[in-house]
């Protein structure tokens, strides 16, 4: 079956500008995750939507990000007044409400975010 | 405050032979690990994972063992493949307030697999 999807694949955008990134699950998946990896780094926890349940934002690092998941599907994360520190590969990852004995997130390609 | 440490930037590898690539985490709530493997330009792909009710989980050339005392893991590759060269992220999950459900996914910084033919 489709997997994670994510669009654009690629975005540079100027500073200062709004850009909007968009995520879409595996058919089915509850929970969905936002994740980011800037150049050399491991993977950072952005936000995370489980079912009906008031979002996980505690990873994200100021008010310039938001994201919303609309009728438990499709998930935006919005970037207010990129700044160059903003610059990274922006991964979305979907999976089943965890049940006993297993858990795994899959992964979409990632959008490349940078700002000039 | 890295909670979970891939502290092996890189491993070299000949063909055949075992590749293990180690993490170690610091914080006690976590009770689930992943392994995933990422390949340039493409999203990680999940490997294999451990609950902290076991100490070792096998999947073909893949084994995971848990070290819960010493808060360490590692991912046994045998026999290497040059296939398996990428980069391998240690991920760890704590199970949410409820222990109902597990949420985000602390990981590591990764190790680049080299296997040399």
């Known amino acids: 079956g489709a997997g994670v999807s994510q669009s654009p694949s690629n975005k540079v955008t100027e500073k200062g500008k709004d850009v909007e990134l968009r995520c879409d699950p595996i058919?089915?998946?509850?929970?969905l995750y936002w994740y980011r990896q800037s150049l050399g780094q491991g993977l950072e926890f952005l936000i995370y939507f489980q079912g009906n349940s008031a979002p996980d934002k505690s990873g994200l690092p100021s008010d310039r990000f938001s994201a919303e998941r609309t009728g438990g599907s499709v998930s935006t994360l919005t970037i207010q007044r990129t700044q160059q520190e903003d610059s990274a590969v922006y991964l979305c990852?979907?999976?089943?409400?965890?049940?006993?004995?297993?858990?795994?997130?899959?992964f979409g390609p990632g959008t490349r975010l940078t700002v000039t | 405050d890295q909670q979970v440490k891939q502290n092996s930037p890189s491993l070299s590898v000949q063909e055949g032979r075992i590749s293990i690539l180690n993490c170690d985490y610091t914080?006690?709530?976590?009770?689930?690990f992943l392994w995933y493997k990422k390949y340039p330009a493409e999203g990680p792909t999940f490997l294999i994972s451990i609950s902290s009710i076991k100490d070792k989980n096998e999947d073909g050339r893949f084994t995971v063992f848990l070290n819960k005392s010493a808060k360490h893991l590692s991912l046994h590759i045998v026999p290497s493949q040059p296939g398996d060269s990428a980069v391998y992220f240690c991920a760890a999950s704590a199970r949410n307030a409820g222990g109902t459900s597990y949420g985000k996914l602390t990981f590591g910084q990764g190790t680049i697999l080299t296997v040399h033919p």
């Open positions: 914080n006690s709530m976590f009770d689930y």
């Open positions: 990852a979907s999976s089943y409400y965890w049940t006993s004995g297993t858990y795994e997130q899959y």
């Open positions: 058919s089915g998946h509850t929970a």
